[in-house]
């Protein structure tokens, strides 16, 4: 059990795994990354995080240094090499390093990693109790700065929105947009439920199209649940009779907490407990069929 590094696809022990501090993903955050999760030693959903990893690249004009073949080879490899039960598993690619400067074409050398890591996903209460998310300050990057869409290692955004969030004591931080919409958390998808229709943002408010809310779209759907993406004020977060987060890691977690106003009745409420249930049902399947 621990951690382990691949690194160019050498595996590699974390204290040994070196980058140049030319690296541009050092620098500038010059590169794009994914996190995923295993069931049973399954990657969840890797098709889908590759596919991501790839379109990231493609928004910021990089071209990845291998197929997605590799990576994919690479994360079972350093999963297996890890003798995690299950793992984080971490997917980093920068654009490389070589003379100092802004332009991406001085880049040289890309680097690629998987670290695999023991998997800590939140304790038994946030799922049992829920959790108090905060309307930070912070606002989202503009599509057409930096776009939400692309999963890079610029991660101030959410780094100076999680930090607001962390000292008014909530678990996550959600961001607005310049025009005061709701966006998402600073590394999770946000959704509400107002009576029998489950709502979250669409895709151009300028948000990261999340694995995991796409796996709730689908299971919800296939259930004959009503999901609706449609813009969403602070306001209508604060009036739903629930709202939840979703990630990789944390799969779906409940809000109990929007800022100081009560969610609902104040515990998880039975429209989370469905979809909770169609989640684990799908994961126990996804898993099981590709081990
Ligand atoms: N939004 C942001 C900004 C994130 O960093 C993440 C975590 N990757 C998510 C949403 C949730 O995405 P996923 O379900 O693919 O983990």
Same mark, same amino acid.
């Given at each position: 059990?621990?951690?382990?590094?691949?690194?160019?696809?050498?595996?590699?022990?974390?204290?040994?795994?070196?980058?140049?501090v030319? +690296?541009?993903?050092?620098?500038?955050?010059d590169?794009?990354?994914?996190?995923?999760?295993?069931?049973?030693?399954?990657?969840?959903e890797l098709d889908?995080?590759?596919?991501r990893l790839?379109?990231?690249?493609?928004?910021?004009? &990089?071209?990845? !240094?291998v !197929?997605?073949?590799t990576?994919?080879?690479?994360?079972?490899?350093?999963? %297996?090499?890890s003798?995690?039960? /299950?793992?984080?598993?971490?997917?980093?690619?920068?654009?490389g390093?070589?003379t100092l400067?802004?332009d991406?074409?001085?880049?040289? /050398?890309?680097?690629? &990693?998987?670290?695999? &890591?023991?998997?800590?996903?939140?304790?038994?209460e946030a799922?049992?109790?829920?959790?108090a998310?905060?309307?930070?300050?912070?606002?989202?990057? #503009?599509?057409?700065?930096? =776009?939400p %869409?692309?999963?890079t290692?610029n991660? #101030?955004?959410?780094? &100076?929105a999680?930090a607001e969030?962390k000292?008014?004591g909530a678990?996550?931080?959600?961001?607005? +947009?310049?025009?005061?919409?709701?966006?998402e958390?600073?590394?999770?998808?946000?959704?509400?439920?107002?009576?029998e229709?489950?709502l979250?943002? !669409? #895709?151009?408010?300028?948000?990261?199209?999340?694995?995991?809310?796409?796996?709730?779209?689908?299971?919800?759907? @296939?259930?004959?649940l009503?999901?609706l993406?449609l813009? #969403?004020?602070? @306001?209508?977060?604060?009036a739903? /009779?629930?709202?939840?987060?979703?990630?990789?890691?944390?799969?779906?977690?409940?809000?109990?907490?929007?800022? =100081?106003?009560?969610?609902?009745a104040?515990?998880?409420? !039975?429209?989370?407990?469905?979809?909770? @249930?169609l989640?684990?049902?799908?994961v126990?399947?996804y898993?099981?069929?590709?081990?």
């Amino acid at each position: 059990m621990g951690t382990i590094v691949s690194l160019n696809g050498v595996l590699t022990a974390p204290e040994d795994a070196r980058i140049s501090v030319f +690296d541009r993903g050092f620098l500038y955050g010059d590169s794009v990354y994914e996190v995923i999760r295993t069931y049973e030693g399954v990657p969840f959903e890797l098709d889908a995080h590759l596919a991501r990893l790839e379109s990231s690249a493609h928004r910021i004009g &990089m071209r990845l !240094p291998v !197929p997605l073949a590799t990576f994919a080879a690479e994360v079972a490899q350093t999963h %297996a090499a890890s003798g995690n039960p /299950d793992s984080y598993v971490r997917i980093v690619s920068t654009r490389g390093s070589g003379t100092l400067g802004l332009d991406p074409r001085l880049a040289e /050398d890309p680097v690629r &990693m998987v670290i695999a &890591m023991p998997l800590n996903p939140p304790g038994p209460e946030a799922y049992r109790d829920g959790v108090a998310i905060a309307l930070v300050s912070v606002r989202r990057n #503009l599509r057409d700065a930096i =776009d939400p %869409a692309a999963k890079t290692g610029n991660y #101030l955004n959410s780094v &100076m929105a999680l930090a607001e969030a962390k000292t008014r004591g909530a678990y996550e931080a959600v961001m607005l +947009d310049h025009r005061d919409y709701v966006t998402e958390g600073a590394s999770s998808n946000v959704f509400c439920v107002m009576g029998e229709t489950i709502l979250t943002p !669409p #895709l151009d408010v300028g948000i990261l199209e999340g694995i995991t809310r796409s796996v709730v779209f689908k299971v919800c759907r @296939q259930a004959g649940l009503r999901v609706l993406e449609l813009p #969403l004020t602070a @306001q209508a977060l604060e009036a739903a /009779d629930e709202v939840f987060i979703t990630s990789s890691i944390r799969e779906i977690v409940p809000v109990v907490k929007v800022d =100081d106003s009560k969610v609902g009745a104040g515990v998880p409420g !039975p429209v989370y407990a469905r979809i909770r @249930q169609l989640f684990d049902a799908y994961v126990a399947e996804y898993s099981a069929a590709r081990k």
